[in-house]
């Protein structure tokens, strides 16, 4: 089966953006004065709640406070994320972002055979074409055939819908293209949805069990970065994961070393 097309996470995937996304609701915290400081560990924590907004309502609801104000601060949940995303997007624009290694090394050699790609996140239309457009250039966005959103969907991830609407848009069924995440959750939803996933995991999510994964890679590698031990270890032809190894591997002609999706349908 030819590979069709690459459908890729935003948040920890294209670029670490959890730690801008940190920073941006420490700025608003401190704004209004609520005397919250989220730190990188209780924030690593506070990730397995997908969505800024569920992230911070769930937070809310742990705090020591009386019924009454828990009412109050559960209601300005909705602006308190409007402005972290402001802030959010004002940082990436500011050059805050780089994409990591591979990425764009990869999306470019699939273009150029053909294969499309995609975009199945959590996060906000206007986050993503803030990184698309700050790390690729003003035609970064356009490079997308299809570009699927938490706020679209009934349920975000680890739900598989928004997996599932972004095969729609691209007119494809699971076994023609392949996902990319970095964290438990997105591994879930991408799993749940049918399709064979290649993880990366960050800090944020190098603690998770990502062994639902087809592959599991420190990140995708480039000639100018290496992965440690390949090619050898997990990749056959170079220290990087290249398209054309990649498109082998979804045709069946090299299996992935770990294939829980043939698992789940066998
Ligand atoms: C990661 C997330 C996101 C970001 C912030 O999602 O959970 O919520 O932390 O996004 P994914 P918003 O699994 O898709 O990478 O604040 O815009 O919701
Ligand atoms: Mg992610």
């Not at 023609?176 to 995440?181: G, H, L, P, R, S």
């Not at 270890?233 to 082998?248: T, Y």
């Amino acid at each position: 089966m030819t590979l069709e097309a690459l459908i890729f996470d935003v948040d920890g995937t294209l670029a670490d953006t959890e730690d801008v996304h940190r920073r941006a609701f420490n700025l608003v915290f401190e704004r209004h004065r609520l005397g919250w400081v989220w730190q990188p560990p209780q924030y690593r924590e506070l990730l397995s709640v997908a969505g800024g907004k569920e992230r911070l309502a769930w937070f809310i609801d742990t705090l020591p406070v009386s019924g009454a104000e828990r009412v109050h601060l559960r209601r300005l949940v909705p602006a308190l994320h409007a402005e972290k995303n402001r802030c959010y997007r004002h940082l990436v624009m500011s050059g805050a972002l780089r994409l990591r290694p591979g990425i764009e090394r990869l999306m470019t050699e699939a273009r150029e055979a053909g294969c499309r790609l995609a975009i199945a996140t959590t996060t906000s239309a206007v986050n993503v074409e803030a990184l698309l457009q700050a790390t690729l250039g003003s035609a970064g966005p356009a490079m997308f055939s299809a570009i699927a959103c938490g706020d679209e969907v009934r349920i975000k991830k680890p739900s598989p819908y928004v997996y599932h609407l972004a095969l729609r848009r691209l007119g494809l069924r699971a076994h023609q293209a392949v996902a990319f995440e970095d964290s438990l959750n997105g591994l879930r939803s991408a799993v749940g949805a049918g399709l064979r996933t290649i993880v990366t995991p960050t800090y944020w999510s190098r603690h998770e069990d990502l062994s639902a994964a087809s592959l599991e890679l420190p990140h995708l590698g480039d000639p100018h970065l290496p992965i440690g031990g390949e090619p050898g270890h997990q990749l056959e032809n170079a220290p990087w994961l290249g398209f054309a190894e990649l498109a082998r591997r979804m045709d069946g002609r090299t299996a992935f070393a770990r294939d829980p999706v043939d698992e789940l349908q066998s």
